[in-house]
């Protein structure tokens, strides 16, 4: 498997979106902070290369991780790493709520990734392809724990294709 994953693979549709986002975010705060700081009349070379420090700084933190799938393998690509799990082999999924819900998915391998469920309400593909690999495991018996979570999603992301059927029909 290649850094992009092998053909065939469905990526967030969303990303590109949430990325413009966070890089308008990072200029918009860059353009505001040197004209202020132009203003006031006391922008210098290092105070401008800290506010593009900070700007950058700020990008690096709103860029969301870009999910792709494909099949047997579900894939993050952060800011720095890229993991990947098979999901052909999973052994758990727990379902963490803070800050942030987020999906925790190990493999048979050793191999672990982090990942917003959000993502896969938003994106079907992704769901179907981790929803063939959660059956798969359950078949082959490896996975132990974490099946429930999973439906439990997979109910939520049925309930919101019905209503969104619902209304573009006008029955609801």
Do not use: K
């Not at 850094?3 to 469905?10: E, I, K, L, N």
Request: charged fraction near 20%.
């Amino acid at each position: 498997m290649g850094r992009s994953g092998p053909q065939g693979h469905t990526g967030d549709r969303h990303w590109c979106g949430s990325a413009c986002f966070a890089v308008g975010c990072a200029l918009g705060f860059a353009a505001m902070t040197e004209l202020v700081d132009w203003d006031a009349g006391t922008l210098t070379p290092p105070r401008t290369l800290l506010w593009l420090a900070l700007s950058a700084t700020l990008c690096v933190v709103l860029l969301p991780p870009y999910v792709t799938a494909g099949p047997g393998w579900l894939a993050v690509q952060g800011t720095v790493r890229r993991h990947v799990v098979c999901t052909d082999a999973l052994v758990t999924v727990r379902q963490y709520e803070g800050v942030s819900l987020h999906l925790v998915l190990r493999d048979a391998y050793g191999h672990r990734l982090e990942l917003d469920p959000r993502v896969l309400v938003a994106n079907p593909l992704l769901w179907h392809e981790l929803d063939t690999g959660m059956r798969r495991s359950l078949e082959r018996g490896t996975l132990r724990e974490g099946a429930d979570v999973l439906r439990r999603i997979g109910h939520r992301i049925d309930d919101e294709t019905a209503q969104s059927v619902l209304r573009a029909s006008g029955l609801s």
